[in-house]
């Protein structure tokens, strides 16, 4: 044997021819059993360290590979690889030599001693000979069946052979069981050590015995046989390689197609998205030509404000400079007023010159007078001049300010004509950028790209073809070894079956026994009760005459002591005590269930849910209850089997019971302490984990539950008395599996665990189960015909490391700390797993060990001959068959996988045993200092209290806020039917101001003309009156002037007259005559009468003006109001045009979305050849599809054609049946472009100044032609 590979060796792979530096040794996630990962020194492996998403190593890609420890040679420093130390069994050599056009010779067989000096004999040649198709490891049959050596033989025998040159029909692969195995990404095929045809040869040595010949001959018919099957195989080859041909022809039709799927999917995807970016560009361009538009909108609502603005301004304007003509004439009237006083005041002075003395004081109170009139005249008029000069200041502010709003208005305008122009040219850019894209795509779908892609895809696809023709082969082999399999197999169910009709007699002998039992027993029970009344009668009669007795004696007789049955007695009143407590217990029962249900009705359904609270309370009660069910089954399995009393000798295993039944027992109590042992872990975790593990392990309680009925079923047989050496146990090995399976899914790595519980159960389970490998190796003894060869030392191995083993049990139980309540041991993570593998391995010998005595015992008793006993070669097959069906992949022979296994136990055992003694004082010491952990019940009882005490609050502020909450609603009631109110009033009031704006323009227009022609005859009338007032002023001027020469004549009168009666009349009157002096200018004071009289006409024309312009007002009202209201038109829907514009839109979307979602036909479910012919129907389909959208199209735009001809006045020819347009109609209908029919000459005269002469296109219909004739004609 070689030394076990460390990490970090140099080892090469014999198969391969490779060399690597191992760097993992373990357990993989991708298959069972210890794995070795390599990082080879060539690319020639198969991954980078990493399976299936796994890393167990790091190197560099395809320098990476997985392989069994037997697949690989460890080397030295040099390279070279290191010496083997041989086993004590032997094996048979073989070489294989290639020599072209040889045929084989068949040659003798050399003895050779082994190391021990043993020598061949004829019979052990011949059982290494008939066993040879086995392999020491334990590996699977191959493709020839030959090439194997079996591991139990004890000479070696070497005998080179002669290959003849193999037929190129025949396969030239041959697989092991240890490559075998085939993983996505990860196939390790070993090279060929044996090819099938080829004969097996011995060195010539001397006849020395009549046995080797014998020998000789037999291997001559062997090799016969198997060149038969070699042939027979070669004709099974041929036609797998025919039907392989066909698989190749069809997955290559079926990689063309994917080719094509995927070419096709392709070329979808790519139009899908450039599609969705035109689709996203073209809503972009959309976005900004709404923009645009919009923008382009309110710069018109802008300028149409900004016009009505300026109209007002302007208007201002007007009536500015009329305010101000009117004031400049009233300017103008003051000053000739002013004028005329300073006339009269000059002659005034003249006159007050020229008076004397005498009048000095009269003349100085009239000027006084006239100065303090002329004054206030000069104050009003002042003060008018100062009203005029703000007013016309005023006027010429906002003259200004609207100037300058004009000009922000129109560089606003110019602004919003700049970007309006930027926008279109970005909408054009756009929509060129569009057509370039679609051009773009269109021709992106080239060649080029789909070239490069194809090649690349048929570059991988050859390599994929390479890998699957690799993996074909190597199912092919694994196709025949099944087959191979299968035959053994109905071997194995004929056996079976045998067994199962042996077992039925039984069962019939055993049923015909129990009859026969039940049927004695009844007899048995009705001389009972005979014997019962008998004795009753007797005890009647004894009573009777110790009656009399005392009767005729007169004496009292001492009683005789009554004959009672203690027996019965206490039966009875045990019974009559255990009925009344059944009652009481039933009574208590009940009532918990009551009290229980009361108690759930008052918990909110959170806590009844799956996975809530309630669960987690019922796990926390299945646990301990399977633990307490499993103790009941370990006590009466022990009380129904017991010890074995006789020595184990082929009398007491062929005819007796106790040793079968004995095994039964250690193997039943095995899987009860296994399950026992999680269970264990289970209530120590659930009762220190925290309140969200427990909510989660409580969501599993259903499944947990399942599990409990497994133990049920095992209580049930023993209530019923049916629990014997035949039950089967495999739901309790399931029950333990998935208890150990779902402990890290729950509870997860970290997990602690109770390590004096966990060896305390292991202890135990390991126990029992030794006791049952020391008992099957002592049968397995007793069976054998000679206490010689493997299997004898097997079993002796078997039981002295049993024997140690109980020992180290034993030493784990006294070196447990005494103390029940410590948990905490300071283990390692790692021992609960190792424990667990121990478990693992103690089963599978178990398994072993007592299928071999099963069928060493079926094997005897089908012999007949229970006395000789079975051979070792014979126990040894039986040994091998086993330990290929109960170790699988790991099976190495049954000597040395269960010697592994049992090692593998006392090691973990041992080490465990070892940490124990030398850590006591820590163990105890540590355990002092735990810490004691609130069970997660309590702290979720906790938290459920916490809730409901803050549920009340929170109810008492929830029922305030649904309070507020209805109140509010009520409020949103309020509010929504008051907004709904306000909105149809608000539409009804925009309808109105709709109509009222519309009335109002018209009736705008209509004040504006007639205030146009109100000013125009104001304007005459003005003017008359001017030329009125001219005549009257000259008029008046010539009065004046008239006025001045009769004051001149006055003068020169009234100086006269004076100085002739001032001579006439004394000094005592000249003071009557000065009085009188004031008359004498009579006539100046004229002139400011004719003033006020010009002033009085002029309030007159104005007022009367106002009277006229408010009579006109009042005129036109009244007409308006005697006026019909304008008619309102309601928009009453066209179910016609609605239901065309309907169809075409739904037309249109099923055009497009047949075009953006293309079908295809399945390819995957298309039979091989019908490729071609399934396209084809594809395309017809689509051409279909064309055509049916086409006269979809059709049909639509005549119905579209047929709805204009309707509507059209002259357009339609009725008939009977059907409406038939004008040609005139067809004709324009027909037209694309539009039709030149005349022009219209306007004189340049009608032209406005600005504006030049020009032609002008307009695009008219038929009513806005005849309207312009008309108006034409009109003119």
Same mark, same amino acid.
């Given at each position: 044997?070689?030394?076990?590979?460390?990490?970090?060796?140099?080892?090469?792979?014999?198969?391969?021819?490779?060399?690597?530096?191992?760097?993992?040794?373990?357990?993989?996630?991708?298959?069972?059993?210890?794995?070795?990962?390599?990082?080879?020194?060539?690319?020639?492996?198969?991954?980078?360290?990493?399976?299936?998403?796994?890393?167990?190593?790091?190197?560099?890609?395809?320098?990476?590979?997985?392989?069994?420890?037997?697949?690989?040679?460890?080397?030295?420093?040099?390279?070279?690889?290191?010496?083997?130390?041989?086993?004590?069994?032997?094996?048979?050599?073989?070489?294989?030599?290639?020599?072209?056009?040889?045929?084989?010779?068949?040659?003798?067989?050399?003895?050779?001693?082994?190391?021990?000096?043993?020598?061949?004999?004829?019979?052990? @040649? $011949?059982? +290494? !000979?008939?066993? #040879? *198709?086995? &392999? %020491?490891? =334990? @590996? $699977?049959? +191959? !493709?020839?069946? #030959? *090439?194997? &050596? %079996?591991? =139990? @033989? $004890?000479?070696? !025998?070497?005998?080179?052979?002669?290959?003849?040159?193999?037929?190129?029909?025949?396969?030239?692969?041959?697989?092991?069981?240890?490559?075998?195995?085939?993983?996505?990404?990860?196939?390790?095929?070993?090279?060929?050590?044996?090819?099938?045809?080829?004969?097996?040869?011995?060195?010539?040595?001397?006849?020395?015995?009549?046995?080797?010949?014998?020998?000789?001959?037999?291997?001559?018919?062997?090799?016969?046989?198997?060149?038969?099957?070699?042939?027979?195989?070669?004709?099974?080859?041929?036609?797998?390689?025919?039907?392989?041909?066909?698989?190749?022809?069809?997955?290559?039709?079926?990689?063309?197609?994917?080719?094509?799927?995927?070419?096709?999917?392709?070329?979808?995807?790519?139009?899908?998205?450039?599609?969705?970016?035109?689709?996203?560009?073209?809503?972009?361009?959309?976005?900004?030509?709404?923009?645009?538009?919009?923008?382009?909108?309110?710069?018109?609502?802008?300028?149409?404000?900004?016009?009505?603005?300026?109209?007002?301004?302007?208007?201002?304007?007007?009536?500015?400079?009329?305010?101000?003509?009117?004031?400049?004439?009233?300017?103008?009237?003051?000053?000739?007023?002013?004028?005329?006083?300073?006339?009269?005041?000059?002659?005034?002075?003249?006159?007050?010159?020229?008076?004397?003395?005498?009048?000095?004081?009269?003349?100085?109170?009239?000027?006084?007078?006239?100065?303090?009139?002329?004054?206030?005249?000069?104050?009003?008029?002042?003060?008018?001049?100062?009203?005029?000069?703000?007013?016309?200041?005023?006027?010429?502010?906002?003259?200004?300010?609207?100037?300058?709003?004009?000009?922000?208005?129109?560089?606003?305008?110019?602004?919003?004509?700049?970007?309006?122009?930027?926008?279109?040219?970005?909408?054009?850019?756009?929509?060129?950028?569009?057509?370039?894209?679609?051009?773009?795509?269109?021709?992106?779908?080239?060649?080029?790209?789909?070239?490069?892609?194809?090649?690349?895809?048929?570059?991988?696809?050859?390599?994929?073809?390479?890998?699957?023709?690799?993996?074909?082969?190597?199912?092919?082999?694994?196709?025949?070894?099944?087959?191979?399999?299968?035959?053994?197999?109905?071997?194995?169910?004929?056996?079976?079956?045998?067994?199962?009709?042996?077992?039925?007699?039984?069962?019939?002998?055993?049923?015909?026994?129990?009859?026969?039992?039940?049927?004695?027993?009844?007899?048995?029970?009705?001389?009972?009760?005979?014997?019962?009344?008998?004795?009753?009668?007797?005890?009647?009669?004894?009573?009777?005459?110790?009656?009399?007795?005392?009767?005729?004696?007169?004496?009292?007789?001492?009683?005789?002591?009554?004959?009672?049955?203690?027996?019965?007695?206490?039966?009875?009143?045990?019974?009559?005590?255990?009925?009344?407590?059944?009652?009481?217990?039933?009574?208590?029962?009940?009532?918990?269930?009551?009290?229980?249900?009361?108690?759930?009705?008052?918990?909110?359904?959170?806590?009844?849910?799956?996975?809530?609270?309630?669960?987690?309370?019922?796990?926390?009660?299945?646990?301990?209850?399977?633990?307490?069910?499993?103790?009941?089954?370990?006590?009466?399995?022990?009380?129904?089997?017991?010890?074995?009393?006789?020595?184990?000798?082929?009398?007491?295993?062929?005819?007796?019971?106790?040793?079968?039944?004995?095994?039964?027992?250690?193997?039943?109590?095995?899987?009860?302490?296994?399950?026992?042992?999680?269970?264990?872990?289970?209530?120590?975790?659930?009762?220190?984990?925290?309140?969200?593990?427990?909510?989660?392990?409580?969501?599993?309680?259903?499944?947990?539950?399942?599990?409990?009925?497994?133990?049920?079923?095992?209580?049930?047989?023993?209530?019923?008395?049916?629990?014997?050496?035949?039950?089967?146990?495999?739901?309790?090995?399931?029950?333990?599996?998935?208890?150990?399976?779902?402990?890290?899914?729950?509870?997860?790595?970290?997990?602690?665990?109770?390590?004096?519980?966990?060896?305390?159960?292991?202890?135990?389970?390991?126990?029992?189960?030794?006791?049952?490998?020391?008992?099957?190796?002592?049968?397995?003894?007793?069976?054998?015909?000679?206490?010689?060869?493997?299997?004898?030392?097997?079993?002796?191995?078997?039981?002295?490391?049993?024997?140690?083993?109980?020992?180290?049990?034993?030493?784990?139980?006294?070196?447990?700390?005494?103390?029940?309540?410590?948990?905490?041991?300071?283990?390692?993570?790692?021992?609960?797993?190792?424990?667990?593998?121990?478990?693992?391995?103690?089963?599978?010998?178990?398994?072993?060990?007592?299928?071999?005595?099963?069928?060493?015992?079926?094997?005897?008793?089908?012999?007949?001959?229970?006395?000789?006993?079975?051979?070792?070669?014979?126990?040894?097959?039986?040994?091998?068959?086993?330990?290929?069906?109960?170790?699988?992949?790991?099976?190495?022979?049954?000597?040395?996988?269960?010697?592994?296994?049992?090692?593998?136990?006392?090691?973990?055992?041992?080490?465990?045993?070892?940490?124990?003694?030398?850590?006591?004082?820590?163990?105890?010491?540590?355990?002092?200092?735990?810490?004691?952990?609130?069970?997660?019940?309590?702290?979720?009882?906790?938290?459920?209290?916490?809730?409901?005490?803050?549920?009340?609050?929170?109810?008492?502020?929830?029922?305030?806020?649904?309070?507020?909450?209805?109140?509010?609603?009520?409020?949103?009631?309020?509010?929504?039917?008051?907004?709904?109110?306000?909105?149809?009033?608000?539409?009804?009031?925009?309808?109105?101001?709709?109509?009222?704006?519309?009335?109002?323009?018209?009736?705008?227009?209509?004040?504006?003309?007639?205030?146009?022609?109100?000013?125009?005859?104001?304007?005459?009338?003005?003017?008359?009156?001017?030329?009125?007032?001219?005549?009257?002023?000259?008029?008046?001027?010539?009065?004046?002037?008239?006025?001045?020469?009769?004051?001149?004549?006055?003068?020169?009168?009234?100086?006269?007259?004076?100085?002739?009666?001032?001579?006439?009349?004394?000094?005592?009157?000249?003071?009557?005559?000065?009085?009188?002096?004031?008359?004498?200018?009579?006539?100046?004071?004229?002139?400011?009468?004719?003033?006020?009289?010009?002033?009085?006409?002029?309030?007159?024309?104005?007022?009367?003006?106002?009277?006229?312009?408010?009579?006109?007002?009042?005129?036109?009202?009244?007409?308006?109001?005697?006026?019909?209201?304008?008619?309102?038109?309601?928009?009453?829907?066209?179910?016609?045009?609605?239901?065309?514009?309907?169809?075409?839109?739904?037309?249109?979307?099923?055009?497009?979305?047949?075009?953006?979602?293309?079908?295809?036909?399945?390819?995957?479910?298309?039979?091989?050849?019908?490729?071609?012919?399934?396209?084809?129907?594809?395309?017809?389909?689509?051409?279909?599809?064309?055509?049916?959208?086409?006269?979809?199209?059709?049909?639509?735009?005549?119905?579209?054609?047929?709805?204009?001809?309707?509507?059209?006045?002259?357009?339609?020819?009725?008939?009977?049946?059907?409406?038939?347009?004008?040609?005139?109609?067809?004709?324009?209908?027909?037209?694309?472009?539009?039709?030149?029919?005349?022009?219209?000459?306007?004189?340049?005269?009608?032209?406005?100044?600005?504006?030049?002469?020009?032609?002008?296109?307009?695009?008219?219909?038929?009513?806005?032609?005849?309207?312009?004739?008309?108006?034409?004609?009109?003119?």
């Amino acid at each position: 044997m070689a030394e076990p590979l460390k990490i970090g060796q140099r080892v090469e792979v014999s198969a391969k021819g490779v060399q690597g530096t191992v760097a993992f040794i373990g357990k993989t996630g991708f298959a069972q059993g210890t794995w070795i990962g390599l990082i080879l020194d060539v690319p020639k492996g198969k991954n980078n360290g990493s399976v299936k998403g796994q890393e167990y190593f790091k190197c560099e890609e395809n320098h990476g590979m997985f392989v069994k420890e037997n697949q690989v040679v460890a080397l030295d420093e040099h390279g070279k690889p290191l010496p083997i130390r041989e086993p004590p069994p032997s094996k048979i050599a073989r070489s294989r030599q290639s020599m072209p056009n040889m045929k084989p010779k068949i040659t003798t067989v050399r003895r050779k001693t082994s190391p021990q000096g043993s020598t061949l004999s004829a019979s052990s @040649s $011949r059982m +290494s !000979l008939a066993s #040879s *198709r086995h &392999s %020491l490891a =334990g @590996s $699977r049959q +191959s !493709l020839s069946g #030959s *090439r194997q &050596s %079996l591991s =139990g @033989s $004890r000479t070696h !025998l070497e005998s080179p052979t002669v290959d003849k040159q193999p037929d190129p029909n025949e396969s030239q692969s041959q697989v092991p069981k240890r490559a075998s195995f085939v993983e996505t990404g990860f196939v390790e095929t070993l090279k060929p050590q044996f090819t099938p045809g080829q004969a097996m040869t011995t060195a010539p040595t001397p006849v020395t015995s009549m046995d080797e010949k014998i020998s000789n001959l037999q291997l001559q018919q062997e090799l016969e046989n198997r060149s038969q099957q070699i042939v027979d195989l070669g004709e099974k080859l041929e036609t797998l390689k025919i039907k392989r041909q066909e698989d190749k022809e069809r997955l290559k039709n079926y990689e063309k197609l994917t080719i094509q799927l995927e070419q096709l999917v392709e070329f979808k995807s790519k139009i899908m998205s450039s599609q969705a970016m035109l689709q996203r560009e073209l809503q972009k361009a959309k976005q900004d030509a709404k923009e645009a538009i919009e923008a382009k909108e309110t710069h018109a609502e802008e300028v149409a404000d900004l016009a009505e603005a300026v109209e007002m301004a302007t208007l201002d304007k007007e009536m500015a400079e009329e305010k101000a003509e009117t004031l400049q004439l009233e300017l103008d009237v003051c000053r000739e007023k002013l004028e005329e006083v300073t006339l009269d005041l000059e002659i005034l002075k003249a006159e007050m010159q020229e008076k004397g003395t005498s009048i000095s004081s009269a003349q100085e109170q009239l000027s006084a007078y006239e100065l303090k009139q002329l004054h206030q005249q000069n104050a009003r008029l002042r003060e008018t001049v100062v009203r005029l000069r703000d007013l016309s200041a005023h006027e010429k502010h906002e003259y200004q300010k609207l100037l300058k709003d004009i000009d922000q208005k129109k560089s606003e305008i110019t602004e919003l004509g700049k970007t309006k122009e930027k926008l279109s040219t970005r909408v054009e850019e756009m929509e060129q950028m569009i057509s370039d894209l679609q051009e773009q795509v269109d021709a992106a779908l080239g060649a080029e790209e789909m070239v490069v892609i194809l090649s690349d895809q048929k570059l991988t696809l050859e390599e994929k073809v390479a890998k699957l023709q690799e993996e074909v082969s190597d199912l092919e082999v694994l196709q025949d070894m099944n087959d191979q399999l299968v035959d053994s197999n109905a071997e194995l169910e004929a056996d079976l079956r045998e067994e199962l009709d042996m077992a039925q007699a039984a069962t019939r002998e055993a049923l015909r026994d129990r009859d026969a039992a039940l049927e004695t027993i009844a007899d048995r029970e009705q001389t009972i009760s005979k014997f019962r009344q008998l004795v009753h009668q007797l005890q009647e009669q004894s009573l009777d005459l110790q009656h009399r007795l005392e009767n005729e004696t007169s004496k009292p007789v001492s009683a005789l002591p009554e004959i009672i049955d203690f027996k019965k007695m206490f039966t009875e009143t045990k019974a009559h005590i255990k009925a009344i407590d059944l009652e009481l217990r039933r009574i208590d029962v009940t009532q918990l269930q009551q009290h229980i249900k009361f108690l759930s009705s008052y918990m909110p359904d959170s806590f009844m849910t799956r996975g809530g609270d309630h669960d987690a309370v019922l796990v926390i009660l299945l646990i301990p209850r399977m633990i307490q069910k499993l103790e009941i089954v370990l006590g009466q399995v022990k009380d129904k089997f017991g010890a074995i009393e006789k020595k184990v000798d082929m009398n007491a295993v062929m005819k007796g019971h106790s040793i079968n039944q004995y095994t039964f027992k250690c193997r039943i109590s095995f899987y009860v302490y296994a399950i026992q042992i999680i269970l264990h872990q289970y209530y120590y975790v659930l009762n220190t984990c925290k309140p969200e593990i427990l909510l989660k392990v409580g969501a599993t309680y259903p499944e947990m539950a399942g599990q409990e009925k497994i133990i049920d079923d095992f209580i049930e047989l023993l209530k019923r008395d049916q629990l014997d050496e035949n039950i089967s146990m495999e739901t309790l090995e399931k029950c333990v599996n998935y208890f150990n399976t779902l402990f890290p899914v729950l509870f997860g790595p970290d997990a602690k665990l109770n390590h004096m519980q966990l060896l305390t159960d292991n202890a135990k389970c390991l126990t029992t189960l030794t006791d049952s490998f020391i008992v099957d190796s002592a049968v397995i003894k007793c069976l054998m015909e000679s206490s010689k060869g493997d299997m004898e030392l097997l079993c002796q191995h078997v039981v002295t490391s049993s024997e140690t083993l109980l020992q180290q049990l034993k030493l784990i139980k006294r070196r447990l700390p005494m103390d029940t309540n410590i948990s905490n041991l300071g283990l390692n993570k790692e021992v609960h797993e190792n424990l667990f593998q121990c478990y693992q391995h103690a089963l599978k010998v178990s398994k072993t060990l007592n299928d071999v005595v099963r069928t060493t015992i079926q094997t005897l008793v089908a012999s007949g001959d229970t006395e000789q006993g079975v051979t070792p070669d014979k126990v040894k097959d039986i040994a091998i068959n086993a330990s290929e069906k109960f170790y699988e992949q790991d099976d190495l022979g049954p000597v040395q996988s269960i010697k592994n296994s049992l090692n593998f136990i006392l090691t973990q055992i041992t080490q465990l045993a070892q940490y124990l003694q030398d850590n006591e004082y820590e163990i105890t010491t540590a355990s002092k200092n735990e810490e004691k952990t609130v069970p997660p019940i309590k702290v979720r009882a906790d938290a459920v209290k916490k809730e409901l005490e803050q549920t009340k609050t929170l109810t008492s502020k929830l029922e305030n806020k649904e309070s507020d909450i209805k109140e509010l609603k009520k409020l949103v009631k309020e509010k929504q039917e008051h907004l709904s109110e306000m909105t149809i009033r608000k539409e009804l009031a925009e309808k109105k101001l709709g109509n009222v704006n519309k009335d109002y323009e018209l009736t705008i227009e209509k004040l504006q003309r007639k205030l146009e022609e109100a000013h125009n005859n104001y304007k005459k009338k003005e003017k008359e009156f001017e030329e009125t007032l001219d005549h009257l002023q000259t008029d008046i001027d010539s009065l004046e002037s008239e006025k001045g020469e009769m004051k001149e004549k006055l003068k020169v009168m009234s100086k006269k007259a004076a100085m002739e009666f001032s001579k006439g009349i004394p000094g005592t009157q000249l003071p009557s005559l000065q009085s009188v002096g004031p008359t004498l200018p009579a006539v100046v004071k004229d002139s400011p009468l004719l003033m006020q009289e010009i002033d009085s006409l002029r309030k007159v024309f104005h007022q009367e003006r106002n009277q006229r312009i408010k009579l006109e007002n009042q005129k036109l009202k009244d007409m308006l109001d005697s006026m019909k209201p304008l008619p309102t038109f309601k928009s009453t829907p066209d179910s016609v045009l609605e239901g065309l514009f309907k169809q075409g839109a739904a037309l249109q979307q099923e055009i497009l979305m047949n075009l953006a979602k293309p079908t295809f036909p399945s390819i995957y479910k298309l039979k091989p050849g019908n490729g071609p012919a399934a396209w084809k129907r594809h395309f017809a389909e689509e051409q279909n599809k064309l055509l049916a959208f086409n006269k979809a199209k059709e049909e639509f735009q005549a119905k579209v054609a047929a709805e204009i001809v309707k509507r059209k006045v002259g357009g339609k020819v009725e008939a009977d049946l059907a409406t038939f347009p004008t040609k005139e109609m067809t004709k324009a209908l027909n037209e694309s472009k539009p039709v030149n029919v005349g022009f219209v000459k306007i004189s340049k005269e009608l032209l406005p100044p600005s504006e030049n002469p020009k032609i002008v296109n307009l695009d008219l219909d038929f009513d806005s032609m005849q309207k312009i004739l008309r108006t034409l004609v009109a003119k």
